[in-house]
């Protein structure tokens, strides 16, 4: 690609590779359509709509919530209730929220069951006051919908989760976790798939304290370091990279899928590439 298109959006670096520049139109088009879904789904954004959950029994989540929560419901199931968008409250209570305190405050908090919240057309119904959060999910999902806008061949990289619309095989790394100058594997990214990755490392502020926590305990989780997931669809190989934390197989879900555990043992499905650790 030509011509890379680099900016900031949703608390991350994105960039957009293209043969030509993108028009100022298009552009115009892609950054509204990001500070919607900002607009919509951030816990961080005073006056979001997700926010509103945190004071009100529901919220109109707008015309992307049926499908954003649909893959929920799916890694709420594949998970046994370890993946659900009903984490917010518990990372808060670990410091990871608007003031990024950084300091866990108390006991790890009660994460409400996803089963208990009920979507009506666009509006979320929830039990009681809950703090959404789906960045299992939202970032691969709005990669792809980046990549949908855009009428030219194409490369949409949101840190690391991956759209490609390049008309050509990519082959991409997979960071090691422990040395970002290395790579644990090389696979290859047809056109039209997508590459999502998660890590413990990446937002992690203690020891023991990371952003990837388990639904039905509050906490983080342990086993598990990264996980990479990948297929046609963004939004599924997004929510595939956090299941694989929590669930030893996931060969039925239509996806390949890798994770790293603690002791750097690699269990992989389908993994389209090269294996060096």
């Known amino acids: 690609m030509s011509s890379d298109w680099r900016f900031d959006a949703i608390g991350t670096a994105w960039s957009i590779g293209t043969p030509d520049p993108i028009g100022p139109g298009l552009r115009t088009a892609i950054t509204a359509r990001i500070d919607s879904f900002d607009r919509t789904w951030s816990r961080f ?13 529901e919220a109109d989540l707008g015309p992307d919530a049926p499908a954003i929560l649909a893959v929920y419901d799916r890694l709420f ?3 046994s209730g370890a993946v659900s968008p009903l984490v917010g409250g518990a990372l808060e209570q670990l410091g990871y929220g608007a003031g990024y305190t950084l300091t866990p405050s108390g006991e790890p908090v009660r994460v409400p069951s996803w089963t208990d919240c009920e979507l009506v057309g666009t509006v979320l119904h929830v039990p009681g006051p809950v703090v959404l959060d789906i960045g299992a999910v939202g970032k691969g999902w709005l990669a792809g919908e980046i990549a949908a806008m855009i009428d030219q061949p194409c490369v949409v ?8 619309r390049s008309g050509g095989v990519l082959r991409v790394a997979l960071e090691d976790p422990d040395d970002a100058e290395l790579a644990i594997a090389v696979v290859e990214v047809p056109d039209g798939d997508a590459i999502c990755g998660s890590a413990s490392n990446r937002r992690r502020w203690s020891d023991d304290v990371h952003h990837v926590l388990d639904a039905r305990s509050g906490t983080p989780t342990r086993n598990v370091v990264a996980a990479w997931a990948g297929g046609p669809d963004a939004a599924w190989a997004d929510g595939l990279a956090t ?6 197989d996931l060969s039925g879900t239509g996806h390949w899928w890798a994770a790293l555990d603690r002791d750097r043992r690699l269990v992989a499905h389908g993994l389209p590439g090269e294996v060096f650790a």
């Open 45 to 57: 954004r005073v006056g979001s709509a997700a926010n509103a959950l945190r004071t009100s029994r």
């Open 243 to 248: 299941a694989a934390f929590f669930a030893s």
């Open 77 to 79: 199931a594949l998970t």
């Open 157 to 164: 990289d949101a840190s690391g989760d991956l759209v490609n």
